[in-house]
């Protein structure tokens, strides 16, 4: 069974709006893949994300989560099936790191939020999964954005949802630390199975860490496979609107703008 599927899915943002954000869009989330959704700015990226999270109800079509109309299922059913890791992730004051990943077990807890056995058997594996067994005691907003955005993903890990969401995950990193997240994300997708979709600005990044990738333009569906199929120059520069190189350096692929005169 496909984890979560978008069948398709248009979402208007209002009736005088001149075309929907998205339209007739069909994509299916897999398991043990990391799906790159990609496109320029305006393309649908973060509409798709938050349709597919189920926080806005699509205007048509159907979002199918194992199975289920994601419609149907109440918000509780939702999050322990699905992890959203956004952009830009509140820093949480006062809490520890600890403290922050135990907040993913929320969605499997009573209304008093009483913390099983299984509960911190699932926050220590996330705290080991993402290298944060050492700063367990420290204060969050004590970090660096790099150990940060590894906080966020360790709460995300330890609900233990299949479908693992994420909005630009190595936004706002140098590179070093964007590279070490885009390669724990790669190690939990395959460890995990899970089914995750991230929407990346940074090309390069897709192209050498994604399954596969989805680009969108202006709200639909340009492409949709493996990085080598759908990522060539000719497609990247027309829906970009930019000249774009595509090629491979020491098994690598990589992305950059072409020189013009």
Request: proline content about 5%.
């Amino acid at each position: 069974m496909v984890p979560l599927s978008l069948v398709n899915v248009t979402v208007q943002y209002g009736s005088d709006a001149a075309q929907p954000a998205l339209s007739n869009v069909t994509i299916e989330l897999r398991a043990a893949q990391w799906c790159a959704i990609i496109g320029p700015n305006g393309a649908g990226k973060s509409t798709l994300l938050r349709v597919a999270a189920g926080l806005m109800p699509p205007t048509r079509g159907d979002v199918v989560l194992q199975g289920r109309a994601l419609g149907s299922l109440d918000r509780q059913s939702t999050a322990q099936q699905i992890a959203l890791v956004p952009q830009r992730s509140e820093v949480a004051a006062g809490f520890t790191v600890r403290e922050v990943v135990a907040m993913g077990r929320a969605p499997h807890q009573g209304a008093f939020l009483r913390a099983r056995r299984e509960d911190d058997e699932a926050c220590d594996e996330a705290l080991r999964s993402c290298d944060l067994i050492h700063l367990s005691n420290r204060w969050v907003d004590t970090l660096s954005g790099g150990e940060q955005q590894r906080v966020h993903i360790a709460r995300a890990l330890a609900s233990q949802a299949p479908v693992l969401l994420l909005d630009e995950p190595g936004a706002h990193l140098d590179i070093r630390h964007s590279q070490r997240v885009y390669q724990l994300l790669a190690e939990q997708v395959a460890e995990r199975q899970l089914a995750c979709a991230a929407v990346m600005h940074d090309l390069g990044a897709a192209a050498r860490h994604a399954d596969r990738i989805v680009l969108l333009h202006e709200g639909q569906l340009v492409a949709d496979g493996p990085p080598d199929t759908v990522m060539t120059a000719e497609r990247l520069s027309k829906t970009f609107e930019t000249p774009l190189c595509v090629g491979q350096a020491d098994g690598q692929r990589y992305v950059l703008p072409r020189a013009t005169a």
